[in-house]
Structure formats: structure tokens, C-alpha cells
């Protein structure tokens, strides 16, 4: 048997952990779309150089180069975790003014337990949902699409 706050406090360090995880993985965005310069610590914009075709005087087809901030063509996701919701069968008991509990044997017989001690069971639902970019984050993408608008005729 374990203190039942033992477990809560388990269960939200879990939490606090995949929370942090999916924080990480937005600290990615700096990485995956700027190069930061050794010598001065600033940030450029990764870019990539496409032929773009434009028509000319004379109606002639020609290429021109356009720098084009990878930030701009390629989709940023990111997650959070809305709520977390842990479900399982306890037994509990008093213990010296604590309350205890323990994860009970459930009347199924599990995968792992075939002919065994039948095994315990318990539901973990995680409710991840998109999260928005933000003000910053989205001001900057769109000062870079206007920065290849201009280089882009018409």
C-alpha cells in the first residue's frame, strides 16, 4: 500500500513531465527555422532559393531567384494537454491517520497474466489538442510572407 497522496503526487509529476515534453517540442520552432549566428548570437531565418517563373517585357517566361524563408512554407504544429484523467479500481485503508491504497485484482484475466494472478487494470485517457501559435510567432511568419510577397511580382 502507498499514500494516496504518493500516487496523486506521482500521477501529476507524470503530467508535469509530458507537459514539458510537449513545451520542448515548440522550443524546436527556433531550431528547425533559424540558424543562430556563433560569433554574435543573432538568429537568421533558414531560406531556401527557388526559381520562381515570371513574365517578362515581351511576354517572354524567365526564372528569378526568390529567397524564401522556410518558416513560410512549412506548417508549425504544436500540442498541449487540455486534461488528464486517471481511472482505476483502489482498495483503501486508514493508516495512522493516512489514507492508504492499493490497486486491487480485478475479477479479469489480462494479457500478461494468462492462468496467473489476474491483473489489475486502469484507464489513463490524455486530452491533447492543438494549440494556437502565438501573437509573436505568428507576427514574425507574417513579416517574412511579406518579405517574399515583395520579391514576387504581380
Do not use: C, W
Amino acid at each position: 500500500m502507498i499514500q494516496l497522496k504518493k500516487l496523486v503526487e506521482a500521477i501529476n509529476n507524470a503530467a508535469e513531465i509530458a507537459n514539458a515534453t510537449l513545451v520542448n517540442s515548440h522550443d524546436q520552432v527556433i531550431d528547425n527555422f533559424f540558424n543562430k549566428d556563433g560569433e554574435t548570437g543573432k538568429y537568421q531565418a533558414k531560406i531556401i532559393v527557388i526559381e520562381y517563373p515570371i513574365v517578362a517585357d515581351g511576354g517572354t517566361i524567365e526564372k528569378r531567384l526568390v529567397e524564401v524563408p522556410l518558416i513560410t512554407v512549412v506548417p508549425i504544429s504544436s500540442a498541449r494537454i487540455e486534461g488528464l484523467k486517471f481511472t482505476t479500481e483502489l482498495e483503501i485503508a486508514l493508516e495512522n491517520n493516512d489514507l492508504m491504497v492499493s490497486f486491487t485484482n480485478s475479477n479479469r484475466e489480462g494479457f500478461l497474466s494468462r492462468g496467473k494472478k489476474k491483473s489489475t487494470f486502469a484507464t489513463l485517457e490524455i486530452d491533447i489538442r492543438p494549440q494556437e501559435n502565438t501573437e509573436g510567432l505568428n507576427k514574425l511568419i507574417e513579416g517574412f510572407e511579406k518579405q517574399l510577397r515583395a520579391q514576387i511580382p504581380g
